[in-house]
T-cell receptor, first 113, second 114 residues
């Protein structure tokens, strides 16, 4: 099984930087995802990490430390449209040899002017 | 490109009625997932299929829930009989088994059982 923890809610100011942390426990780790979900919409893919280190993609970066069971999503130059829920998902080996993701509860980010 | 298609987008029904949710995955994707999302429990995996075969249905809440995938382009999730606690947003997602890592989510079906 898996245990995924992330903060419930965070607030930040437009133009600032915010870091959303995710810790996990898993037996057969095979990658960690970050998804963004705006209110009333479906989750959309942001990033994927399977090796240790930082993956940068525009204003968003994601970091992974497998030994620590830890990841973070870094959002720079925050914009009002970044107000959303950010879901951490860990992929583990399931039945039949397939790898399936389990989602955390999500972190609701509120960006204010 | 058409993404994952779900229907209906909204469903309001009365307790005891049968509810059928439908999903068309992205063409070429061979894994399909059904999720349920509520404020209390977050996003929960109900069942997933690889190549139309159910692999893990341990997330299905109880016998009232059933899912089928008769072919690569269609899946259904059925609740019979429905109960108020089934009220949630149900998402379908698809991905590619070979090399694909990302799940692509449909817009969801918002179900309200009165």
């Amino acid at each position: 099984g898996q245990n995924i923890d992330q903060p419930t809610e965070m607030t930040a100011t437009e133009g600032a930087i915010v870091q959303i942390n995710c810790t996990y426990q898993t037996s057969g780790f095979n990658g960690l995802f970050w998804y963004q979900q705006h209110a009333g919409e479906a989750p959309t893919f942001l990033s994927y990490n399977v090796l240790d280190g930082l993956e940068e993609k525009g204003r968003f970066s994601s970091f992974l430390s497998r030994s620590k069971g830890y990841s973070y999503l870094l959002l720079k130059e925050l914009q009002m449209k970044d107000s959303a829920s950010y879901l951490c998902a860990v992929r583990d080996q399931g039945p039949g040899g397939s790898y399936i993701p389990t989602f955390g509860r999500g972190t609701s980010l509120i960006v204010h002017p | 490109d058409a993404g994952v298609i779900q229907s209906p987008r909204h469903e309001v029904t009365e307790m005891g009625q049968e509810v059928t949710l439908r999903c068309k995955p992205i063409s070429g994707h061979n894994s399909l997932f059904w999720y349920r999302q509520t404020m209390m429990r977050g996003l929960e995996l109900l069942i997933y299929f690889n190549n139309n075969v159910p692999i893990d249905d341990s997330g299905m809440p109880e016998d009232r829930f059933s899912a089928k995938m008769p072919n690569a382009s269609f899946s259904t999730l059925k609740i019979q009989p429905s109960e108020p606690r089934d009220s949630a947003v149900y998402f379908c997602a698809s991905s590619s088994l070979t090399g694909g890592k990302t799940q692509y989510f449909g817009p969801g079906t918002r179900l309200l059982v009165l």
